[in-house]
């Protein structure tokens, strides 16, 4: 069987911080600044981002969720756990793909890079006299014994909210491939993310987010071979919701 990639399809815009995002790192303790849990950050510039992994990992969950697509399933240990759509044949298969490991294996057509923050909220951020660490803000929060009542503090570290991070997506159409319901499927994914959470204690009030989107561009064989810039995609019309 004979694959024909058509055209690469370019969703990229922004994601503004509503309310303060804590994505990625683990515990580290006192010594870089008090933080219990800590952001992930680029080593080289030392600034905060969105893994792409991120990103795409609640979108795809949040569309299984709301299809009845997540299946009871077992971890590496043994634990009980929920296991995401391997059936190779709905739309979020085709979006998101299914391990080589599974009998109907697929590719993602979608890819999510790493969302860095704009060069604006970078200066915006790195001139701050109020963050508490480089580019971010440190969220003390307390656990209280339910028997004893005593009141245990604990440190998250969290990008403000105000900041933006740049969104770049990249969809692969395939020949016979039906485009506006694969673009959907991911306008489908961002909006529910928008309503839910992004990275970490979501229900404490951390991670709401807004996206919003440029218009659509593509490449197709002529542009790659001709090496001409993206052309405008027609006919396809983005949410308002992500406008």
């Given at each position: 069987m004979t694959v024909r990639l058509v055209k690469k399809v370019f969703l990229e815009?922004?994601?503004e911080v509503k309310t303060g995002i804590s994505v990625g790192g683990g515990s580290v303790g006192l010594e870089i600044g008090g933080a219990d849990k800590v952001v992930v950050r680029n080593p080289l510039t030392n600034e905060p981002y969105v893994p792409g992994s991120s990103l795409k990992g609640k979108m795809r969950s949040l569309l299984e969720k709301l299809y009845g697509?997540?299946?009871?399933?077992k971890d590496d240990k043994g634990n009980p756990t929920a296991m995401p759509c391997k059936c190779g044949?709905?739309?979020i298969c085709e979006v998101f793909g299914v391990s080589a490991a599974e009998?109907?294996?697929?590719?993602?057509?979608?890819?999510?890079?790493?969302c860095k923050l704009t060069d604006d909220s970078s200066k915006k951020l790195e001139k701050s006299k109020s963050t508490d660490m480089p580019f971010t803000e440190?969220?003390?929060?307390?656990?209280?014994d339910r028997i004893t009542s005593a009141a245990t503090p604990r440190n998250f570290e969290r990008v403000p909210a105000g900041a933006e991070f740049v969104l770049n997506m990249v969809c692969n159409i395939y020949e016979g491939d039906k485009e506006d319901e694969l673009l959907g499927k991911v306008f489908e994914?961002?909006?529910l993310v928008q309503d839910d959470y992004l990275g970490g204690c979501g229900s404490r009030g951390y991670g709401q987010v807004k996206f919003t989107l440029k218009?659509?561009?593509?490449?197709?064989?002529?542009?790659?071979?001709?090496?001409k810039p993206a052309l405008p995609l027609e006919g396809i019309q983005i949410p308002k919701e992500l406008l």
């Open positions: 815009g922004n994601i697509k997540v299946t009871p399933g044949d709905c739309l009998d109907k294996g697929m590719a993602s057509r979608l890819i999510v890079r790493d440190v969220k003390t929060e307390v656990v209280i994914g961002l909006r218009p659509l561009t593509c490449k197709n064989q002529e542009c790659y071979e001709n090496d």
